[in-house]
């Protein structure tokens, strides 16, 4: 792997020129595939793979149930503005077939690669033909992947899995030097607004790394609807990332003048550059209780709003 390519010292054009020129001689005169979250660092491979490709470049959004409220059609009209074509998939049921009945965080993880690598996305490739997997893992996945702390979705090859001989094709990752902040630079210099490369970081396990215990639909439900409240109220702060997370346990609380056992939603907001510390944003009081009000009244089943106030290490940023 190569060495680190720190924000500061990168020159972008040259990057740029670089990975096209990379992602042209991997390929050949073949056909590759990637699969777009609507994260910055997956919209950064697949403009990447587009300029480089065209449309030997076959883009896929997997719909897979655990998404933000509307991501799909956002994602895929975004890149139809672009003249870049996304086939959208649906499989919501294959998804929450594979996590049914499992609470263990890893084991959840697991789940979702299995899933999405060899079932869904694995399919998707036999059919395509394409034998190459454009893929935007970062440096920081690799860290977090190889230390131990939590296994990432999309890292193979640094735990002795050879994606050819367990998938059937190999993965070409542009964007494995970089940190979050260089891969914001770089979707600055391919031309994407301000919205896009600027979007708070999302998790390959989508939503489901915000649901502790069993991840079914009314959960990832009830957690989407104060995601949304959350990215709402938050949108303005200029923190790194902030999000609701839905914990396991019923918590009692009242409601109308009766004892009402419902659940409980944290909430998290983070100062960080490249996600490998993070602080919480001291947010004031008034936003707070604003998020408690307006997740209460949103979101059916919450009695309780909880604010994480805890540095990375020892938390992280996501719960699962």
């Given amino acids: 792997m190569s060495k680190e390519a720190t924000a500061q010292e990168l020159n972008t054009n040259r990057f ?9 001689g991997a390929v050949g005169d073949g056909i590759a595939i990637n699969a777009l979250s609507g994260g910055v660092d997956s919209s950064t491979v697949t403009m990447l793979g587009h300029r480089a490709l ?12 655990l998404m933000r409220e509307g991501e799909s059609e956002q994602v895929a009209g975004f890149f139809r503005k672009l003249g870049i074509t996304i086939e959208v998939v649906d499989a919501r049921k294959e998804f929450f077939t594979a996590l049914k009945g499992i609470t263990d965080p890893e084991e959840k ?4 690669t299995q899933t999405f690598y060899q079932n869904v996305f694995g399919r998707i490739v036999k059919e395509s033909g394409a034998k190459y997997l454009l893929q935007g893992t970062i440096l920081t996945d690799i860290d977090e992947t190889v230390a131990g702390i939590k296994r990432q979705h999309n890292v193979f090859e640094q735990l002795g899995i050879d994606p050819q001989e367990a998938f059937g094709y190999r993965i070409i990752e542009p964007l494995i030097q970089l940190r979050k902040d260089g891969v914001r630079k770089i979707g600055k210099a391919l031309g994407f607004p301000t919205e896009l490369f600027d979007r708070i970081p999302f998790p390959g396990p989508a939503l489901s ?4 215990g069993e991840v079914t639909h009314e959960r990832i439900e009830t ?8 990215e709402r109220l938050l949108k303005d702060t200029g923190a790194f990332q902030y999000m609701a997370i839905l914990h396991e346990d019923r918590v009692t609380g009242m409601r109308d003048n009766k004892r009402d056992f419902g659940q409980q939603i944290e909430v998290r907001c983070w100062e960080s550059v490249d996600a490998r510390t993070a602080t919480p944003t001291k947010l004031p009081f008034e936003i707070l209780e604003k998020l408690a009000s307006e997740i209460i009244r949103e979101v059916p089943g919450i009695v309780s709003i909880t604010y994480n106030i ?11």
């Fill in 223 to 230: 957690v989407r609807k104060a995601t949304v409240v959350v």
């Fill in 16 to 24: 740029i020129n670089e990975k096209i020129n990379e992602i042209k």
């Fill in 109 to 112: 993880r697991e789940a979702i």
């Fill in 54 to 65: 065209g449309n030997r470049l076959k883009t896929i959004f997997v719909e897979n149930g």
């Fill in 310 to 320: 805890t540095p990375k290490p020892p938390s992280t940023i996501e719960a699962v």
């Fill in 209 to 212: 790394a915000r649901v502790i």
